[in-house]
T-cell receptor, first 114, second 116 residues
Framework: AQSVTQPDIHITVSEGASLELRCNYSYGATPYLFWYVQSPGQGLQLLLKYFSGDTLVQGIKGFEAEFKRSQSSFNLRKPSVHWSDAAEYFC????????????FGTGTRLKVLA | DAGVTQSPTHLIKTRGQQVTLRCSPI?????VSWYQQVLGQGPQFIFQYYEKEERGRGNFPDRFSARQFPNYSSELNVNALLLGDSALYLCASSLPGQGALNEKLFFGSGTQLSVL
């Protein structure tokens, strides 16, 4: 069955420190992979996506993610975290058949210390 | 351009009641999807509609239904509300058929439904 696992429920980092959020997926074929961010009381905003090609993808707000097929992972990274990055981050996988049934992980809540 | 708009933003109902949530997609988007996000969880897929036809349905009971109108707006209906239906209901629009690189969902801010 298709699934997405985000092993870290909460992560706390200091402002200016680097960040890595983990995501592992289970999918029978090559999936589409996404990272979304959700601020309190808001909808989800797309940070970046991977469909094919270069396994290191760049997104908005200085985020990047690396697709590693051998590890079934799609970890999100940022070299220097800003206080405004505090939010909940969701990894998602979607099929390549054109449907929009995204499967989301349970999320990682990021806290940034000043 | 306006983003995905949802109404109402908050709603309080009691068990057994029925509720209708509304969504207006981004102008030009023809597909609308609905997701349920229970507190502390990721969004769960409920429905996708494209050109007024149901294209996908998640693992939700028949109490949940939806429809899409000719202007591509959509309604989600939930009958016989249960306490467990309390959640943030997210609507997302997309523009299928534009190629893989353009496939992504644009989410609204959601309707927070509380069932007492």
């Amino acid at each position: 069955a298709q699934s997405v696992t985000q092993p870290d429920i909460h992560i706390t980092v200091s402002e200016g420190a680097s960040l890595e959020l983990r995501c592992n997926y289970s999918y029978g074929a090559t999936p589409y992979l996404f990272w979304y961010v959700q601020s309190p009381g808001q909808g989800l905003q797309l940070l970046l996506k991977y469909f094919s090609g270069d396994t290191l993808v760049q997104g908005i707000k200085g985020f990047e993610a690396e697709f590693k097929r051998s590890q079934s992972s799609f970890n999100l990274r940022k070299p220097s975290v800003h206080w405004s990055d505090a939010a909940e981050y969701f990894c998602a996988v979607a099929g390549t058949s054109g449907t929009y049934k995204y499967i989301f992980g349970t999320g990682t809540r990021l806290k940034v210390l000043a | 351009d306006a983003g995905v708009t949802q109404s109402p933003t908050h709603l309080i109902k009691t068990r057994g009641q029925q509720v209708t949530l509304r969504c207006s997609p981004i102008s030009g988007h023809k597909s609308v999807s609905w997701y349920q996000q229970v507190l502390g969880q990721g969004p769960q897929f409920i429905f996708q509609y494209y050109e007024k036809e149901e294209r996908g349905r998640g693992n939700f009971p028949d109490r949940f239904s939806a429809r899409q109108f000719p202007n591509y707006s959509s309604e989600l209906n939930v009958n016989a509300l249960l306490l467990g239906d309390s959640a943030l209901y997210l609507c997302a629009s997309s523009l299928p058929g534009q190629g893989a690189l353009n496939e992504k969902l644009f989410f609204g801010s959601g309707t927070q439904l509380s069932v007492l």
